[in-house]
């Protein structure tokens, strides 16, 4: 199963955003990775803002070019806006639901909860990071994998109700996917009509 395993704060750094979740790095040296980073003042091509933007909800939700390809496709072929669409799909995505939810603290630790079978979507096991969640599915932490110390730490203190698409239950440690959210409540700083403008090209 693939997925990126490179250093994560120089790509938060060439981004100037901690995209992977709070970086006490990027915080030190918020400036481009690499000998000229803190003096670059290179300007930048049309093609490579929209690139950037490509590369930025990319690595913001884990996923690799091909699926990234294979996800706007199919996001151009749904009735809508193509970049909201996007979008959409990528918060749907099983591994996302569970770091909204709270469940892990970032959206990698969330992907490695969801692959060892710590996960239960409707009551059953499923350990596909891409799967799409449908309205109405509750994804839950598997009876067994209750107790493990990774969940309950990034449960303590996380605001449930920081989602409107979501909603939480305590008791069961599962949480409801009501609606796939709409674009304004998505909290990342990504410019998705760049991505369009990107592949229409």
């Known amino acids: 199963m693939a ?14 955003e ?14 481009p990775p690499g000998q000229h980073g803190v003096n ?23 996923v690799l070019e091909r699926q990234f390809r294979n996800l706007f ?11 909201e669409v996007l979008l959409q799909l990528l918060e749907s995505r099983l591994d996302n639901v569970v770091y909204r939810l709270g469940i892990a603290p970032t959206r990698a630790a969330a992907r490695q909860l969801v692959s060892h079978k710590h996960i239960v979507v409707d009551g059953s096991v499923v350990n596909i990071p891409s799967y799409s969640v449908k309205q109405g599915q509750v994804i839950g932490v598997r009876e067994k994998s209750k107790s493990l110390e990774v969940i309950a730490d990034a ?6 109700s920081k989602y409107a698409w979501l909603e939480w239950d305590n008791s069961s440690m599962s949480g409801k996917f009501l609606h796939t959210p709409e674009r304004a409540d998505i909290p990342e700083n990504i410019k998705e009509q760049l991505i369009v403008e990107l592949y229409s090209k």
């Open 18 to 31: 901690a995209i992977f979740g709070p970086d006490k790095n990027l915080a030190k040296r918020n400036f």
């Open 40 to 62: 670059r003042r290179k300007k930048t091509s049309e093609y490579g803002i929209q690139l950037n933007e490509k590369q930025k909800a990319k690595y913001t939700y884990g």
């Open 155 to 160: 449960l303590s203190g996380f605001n449930h």
């Open 73 to 83: 496709d199919k996001a151009s072929r749904t009735k809508g806006i193509t970049g």
């Open 3 to 16: 997925r990126y395993i490179g250093p994560k704060t120089r790509i938060a750094r060439k981004f100037g």
